[in-house]
């Protein structure tokens, strides 16, 4: 029995401001745009893996969940807290220049950590945190 990954889930709260910044900046694919029921399902993923998708959605999506809920979910987006998503990229350096001169909050430049990659982070439009690594040679 194999069991791949399919999908995960990065909070934005606003898809407007996301969406170019992961489409334009880091070059991600938009699989699906569709809006439904009052919700809007975003998509999108790396050419390189068709089979996995990151969905941009509200930090509390559930229908169901309290105003107060959706409220503590929103400060807790807002202060960074929520964890997003570290990509992997054959070329760590040009990954930070192409995404820091397209005006993305650098977080961290690129070092050579000691668990053997060499990374970078970003925050994007939310507030996430992004990081990119690639393994040292």
Not at 22 to 35: A, F, H, T
Not at 104 to 128: H, M
């Amino acid at each position: 029995m194999a069991i791949t990954l399919s999908q995960c889930f990065i909070a934005v709260d606003d898809h407007d401001t996301a969406l170019p910044f992961y489409r334009d900046v880091l070059g991600l694919e938009v699989r699906n745009d569709v809006s439904f029921e009052g919700l809007r399902w975003v998509t999108v993923g790396s050419p390189e893996q068709p089979d996995v998708s990151i969905v941009l959605e509200p930090p509390l999506a559930d229908p169901n969940a309290s105003a107060a809920d959706r409220q503590v979910m929103a400060e807790l987006l807002a202060k960074g807290l929520l964890r997003a998503a570290i990509f992997a990229t054959d070329d760590v350096d040009a990954t930070f220049e192409r995404i820091r001169s397209a005006g993305g909050e650098v977080l961290q430049e690129p070092i050579d950590q000691p668990y053997g990659v060499r990374d970078c982070a970003f925050r994007d439009p939310a507030g996430n945190m992004l990081r990119f690594n690639q393994p040292r040679r």
